[in-house]
């Protein structure tokens, strides 16, 4: 494993067309922060004669990847300003920016005793003693869940899954290991319906993003590592339902730690991806309820954008007969992982936040869908609606029986 050096091409492309910056979602609401450009490929010329150039206000930075999405020229923006972070950024760290990139061991100690844990989150003291460590007193942390998703999945699921007509790999990640364990339920749900098994595979490790975000590079790059070798003993998809953990896998373990991941790299997909075209090429069929009623609103994760697979969630639910969607303008919801937590950044990512927060209140839906557990975190904060990942939309809808029968009698 190589450390990852920006080429001179990455940034020369650059056309200083600031489009970048009129995207930019912490551009608007921040004026200490210069914005992608000046950040990025201007200020890398300067960097690379001398560290001593390097501008603290880059921590502003969300990595978002808007201005990428934005850049005519295929400037990697954001990689640009994320690998300057990475290495010329301070490298002792705050007990705070250790627990909340540790999501591994926190869930671990947390699931273990999650009533106690979940109240006492719950509790004013916790509040003013999280703020004493740096942590945002407003913000409002997920539950933790009594059963992770692996002792779910061994204790109910596993011995079943070779039954079915065809497999898949999942990678569940922390969120659904940890928090929401019923997200990684109704992937299992919805894919025995269709006649496929779902295996986990073993030594699965974070994906490594609060990793990076909280500036250790070394540990991100060793569960990057971790994760390709195991990807490579596996044979078929690796599905997600973290549109991050699947753009950080992608993109972000070549692109910003130099971990070649490209054996593996075109297996890696996001779920709903995966099941759409499944379903497009007569493989798969579904079946709804027709009692099913729902009225969406459906906001696009930043790095899915990114990605751009939004389509394949669109689609998928567009399926659903008795569902309502409606699709606004992509706003950036501005928590950015764990950045939104921190005392001193909450106030930026609540700004960055309340465009999206004022679509949403003016659409007044149901329910709002999104593929990103953090984007789900901030919605929920800033706004009175209940967030739901497409597949959980998905499973609700399904006529498990009659879905099983056609993909019975199809395979």
């Known amino acids: 494993m190589q450390e990852h050096q920006i080429s001179k091409a990455d940034f020369e492309a650059c056309m200083k067309c600031n489009i970048c910056t009129e995207v930019c979602p912490m551009y608007e609401v921040n004026p200490l922060y210069q914005g992608p450009k000046k950040s990025g490929p201007d200020a890398e010329r300067y960097r690379l004669k001398d560290p001593a150039f390097f501008d603290s206000n880059l921590k502003f930075c969300l990595n978002c990847k808007r201005c990428e999405t934005a850049c005519p020229s295929g400037v990697k923006v954001a990689d640009i300003i994320q690998m300057a972070k990475l290495k010329y950024s301070s490298s002792t760290h705050p007990l705070r920016d250790t627990a909340l990139s540790s999501t591994d061991l926190v869930g671990s100690v947390a699931s273990v005793f999650a009533p106690a844990v979940n109240f006492a989150l719950e509790q004013e003291v916790a509040s003013k003693a999280m703020g004493l460590l740096?942590?945002?007193?407003?913000?409002?942390?997920?539950?933790?869940?009594?059963?992770?998703?692996?002792?779910?999945?061994?204790?109910?699921?596993?011995?079943?899954?070779?039954?079915?007509?065809s497999q898949v790999n999942y990678f569940h990640g922390c969120y659904v290991n940890y928090n929401n364990?019923?997200?990684?339920?109704?992937?299992?749900?919805?894919?025995?319906?269709?006649?496929?098994?779902?295996?986990?595979?073993?030594?699965?490790?974070?994906?490594?993003?609060?990793?990076?975000?909280?500036?250790?590079?070394?540990?991100?790059?060793?569960?990057?590592?971790?994760?390709?070798?195991?990807?490579?003993?596996?044979?078929?998809?690796?599905?997600?339902?973290?549109?991050?953990?699947?753009?950080?896998m992608r993109q972000e373990y070549p692109e910003v730690l130099g971990v070649d991941n490209s054996k593996v790299k075109d297996s890696i997909?996001?779920?709903?991806?995966?099941?759409?075209?499944?379903?497009?090429?007569g493989r798969i069929r579904l079946a709804f309820r027709q009692d099913f009623r729902m009225k969406v609103v459906y906001h696009i994760p930043c790095h899915l954008q990114r990605l751009g697979w939004q389509m394949y969630s669109i689609a998928l639910m567009r399926m659903i007969p008795g569902l309502t969607l409606a699709v606004?303008?992509?706003?950036?919801?501005?928590?950015?992982?764990?950045?939104?937590?921190?005392?001193?950044?909450?106030?930026y990512s609540r700004k960055i936040g309340s465009k999206l927060f004022e679509n949403l209140r003016s659409a007044n839906p149901q329910v709002v869908a999104t593929d990103c557990e953090t984007c789900r975190f901030q919605i929920e904060m800033g706004t009175p609606f209940t967030v739901m990942h497409p597949l959980a939309i998905l499973a609700e809808a399904l006529d498990i029986e009659i879905t099983k029968e056609l993909n019975e009698t199809d395979n």
């Open 328 to 347: 606004p303008e992509q706003e950036c919801c501005g928590i950015a992982g764990t950045f939104g937590f921190k005392k001193e950044y909450a106030g």
């Open 269 to 281: 997909m996001l779920a709903t991806k995966w099941l759409f075209e499944e379903v497009e090429s």
């Open 134 to 165: 740096g942590v945002d007193s407003h913000s409002v942390f997920p539950k933790y869940a009594s059963e992770k998703f692996v002792t779910w999945f061994r204790r109910n699921a596993r011995k079943s899954q070779d039954s079915f007509g």
């Open 181 to 248: 364990p019923q997200q990684g339920k109704d992937l299992v749900k919805i894919l025995n319906a269709c006649n496929v098994g779902v295996k986990l595979m073993k030594g699965e490790k974070c994906c490594g993003v609060a990793m990076m975000a909280n500036g250790f590079r070394d540990r991100a790059a060793a569960n990057a590592a971790s994760n390709v070798e195991m990807f490579s003993k596996v044979d078929g998809p690796i599905l997600c339902t973290s549109s991050t953990c699947a753009f950080t």
